[in-house]
């Protein structure tokens, strides 16, 4: 979509209303004057009494114009952060009003185009505000709608009893393993898959190295780890004696305590075997995923997974008979070939494996994913909505509940993904991760280590292919060493 813009430069914020409310489209600064389709006019004027932010959207040969308006005594000179936001925000309001009306409808999460919708009613509630008061801003500054609201609040709750029980000295801890068996059509991650496997002797040496450093920084500085996640790609394309080096190097490292939240996302059923689900349990683990995905094999097949959904049973099945813990898993809402009437009875039989935790995605096709470039019918957005209200009414029944969720820019109808558990047995290091509620320090490539203070986030990326992570090390510990003096 063309973009003009008028007495402001508030491209980013700009670019963010256009994703969540066009996922489709891309921002364009053209040289040439406006006058033509699908473009966007925004301008902001100041006058002694009001600031007017004016918006004209062109689509389909249709114009489609609003306004909003800020007290001009309310933008202060003297304090232009506030003045930044609250023009930010006009201007916002004002794009996404006339979007609103050549869409014909509000999106789910309204106004709201960032990842972590739950951290604003959660800081309204630190900051004083009742719960009801921390929904209604959700309703009335950025027109949520009311399921969002309820899923929102219900994992602001969970986030702030989780802040709760963390101790000052307590930090998370992510583990990459970023490859595969093969590829999946929707992926985007740096993952890599067959004969780039080769790569994981010199990659788990490097990252041993990794694990006795970081091991030293942290337990020098007095820190500890509450929780552990290693995640991917497919952790468990390693073998059972690989896992199980990692395991025990993970605990001599940072002296973990016995019982510590220790996740270790198996994922594919075609990589959970009996011997590395022993490695996962004798080493601590006491949560993994199994993820379906769905469970429809002609779905399956389209989106390029090798296993099948009796496949998904049996290794469900093993997780249970080795003791493995917790299980977690994955479906995603909008996939190809699937509609309304597949997705629930996906749901159906994954409730009836009895998970405790279960996390719907809403699929994201970011660039790099196979199935961009694919001829593939995707559900659309109605379709998309149908799966998800399905879904929560299913999960609420069954005595599930909502206890982390986050958004990504992409994603199908403009959703999210939610984590859903029976009581009391919620991942914390989602709800640490997702909330940026303390420090999460991660190792591996493609690893962002986050470092938590005073509110502010600091971040320090590994490389993200392994190739590079390997050549990079002596420069990755190095840097490290530095982000510990915390
Ligand atoms: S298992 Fe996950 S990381 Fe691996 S290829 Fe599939 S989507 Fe990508």
């Known amino acids: 979509m063309k973009l003009f813009f008028t007495g402001h430069g508030e491209k980013y914020a700009v670019e963010q209303t256009l994703l969540t409310l066009f996922p489709q489209e891309r921002p364009v600064y053209p ?15 100041r006058g002694p009494v009001w600031c007017t932010a004016s918006a004209v959207l062109r689509r389909a040969g249709k114009p489609y114009a609003r306004q909003c308006r800020v007290k001009t005594a309310d933008l202060p000179p003297e304090d ?6 609250l023009t930010r925000r006009t201007l916002q309001r004002a794009f996404y009003l006339a979007a609103v009306d050549c869409l014909g409808a509000e999106p789910p999460w309204g106004m709201l185009s960032g990842v972590r919708p739950v951290k604003l009613p ?12 921390a929904e209604a801003e959700l309703r009335d500054r950025y027109r949520v709608s009311p399921e969002r609201r309820r899923l929102a609040m219900d994992c602001a709750k969970a986030s702030l009893a989780v802040k709760g029980a963390l101790k000052p000295e307590e930090v998370s801890l992510y583990v990459g393993i970023p490859f595969c068996p ?14 780039a496997n080769r790569l994981i002797p010199d990659y788990l040496e490097a990252l041993f190295r990794e694990i006795d450093r970081a091991g030293q920084a942290l337990l020098a500085a007095g820190r500890r780890v509450r929780t552990v996640y290693i995640g991917g790609g497919t952790p468990t394309t390693l073998t059972g004696d690989q896992l199980r080096a990692l395991l025990d190097r993970l605990h001599t490292a940072f002296r973990l305590d016995p019982g510590t939240e220790f996740t270790v996302e198996a994922g594919r ?10 490695a996962i349990r004798d080493g601590g683990g006491n949560r993994i995923s199994v993820n379906p995905q769905t469970m429809s094999d002609k779905v399956l097949s389209l989106i390029g997974r090798s296993h099948r959904a009796e496949d998904i049973r049996r290794a469900y099945a093993l997780a249970r008979e080795m003791d493995a813990g917790y299980i977690n898993m994955d479906l995603i809402a909008g996939l190809p070939g699937d509609d309304a009437g597949g997705f629930r009875h996906t749901l159906d039989q994954v409730l009836d494996m009895g998970p405790e935790n279960i996390t719907v995605h809403t699929l994201a ?5 196979r199935l961009k470039q694919e001829d593939l019918v995707l559900p659309d957005g109605p379709a998309v909505a149908a799966m998800l209200d399905f879904a929560w009414a299913r999960l609420r029944a069954a005595g599930y509940e909502p206890y982390y969720l986050y958004r990504q820019k992409f994603m199908s109808g403009s959703f999210e993904n939610v984590g859903w558990c029976l009581p009391g047995t919620g991942s914390e290091y989602n709800i640490c991760m997702m909330e ?3 420090t999460v320090l991660s190792l591996g490539a493609g690893g962002v280590t986050k470092g938590v203070a005073e509110g502010c986030v600091k971040r320090l990326a590994n490389p993200k292919y392994p190739q590079e992570y390997i050549r ?3 420069e990755i510990l190095a840097e490290k060493q530095n982000f510990f003096a915390f």
């Open 31 to 45: 040289d040439e004057p406006p006058g033509g389709d699908n473009e966007l006019e925004l301008a902001f004027s």
């Open 472 to 474: 990079g090390i002596d």
């Open 122 to 133: 959660t800081r309204a509630m630190e900051a004083g505000a009742t719960p009801r008061q």
């Open 269 to 278: 059923p075609d990589t959970i075997t009996r011997d590395r689900l022993a």
């Open 182 to 195: 093969t590829r999946c059509a929707y992926c985007s991650f740096i993952s890599s898959s067959g004969s």
């Open 80 to 85: 232009p952060v506030l003045a930044t936001r």
């Open 365 to 369: 096709l970011k660039k790099g994913a």
């Open 436 to 438: 940026e509620l303390h």
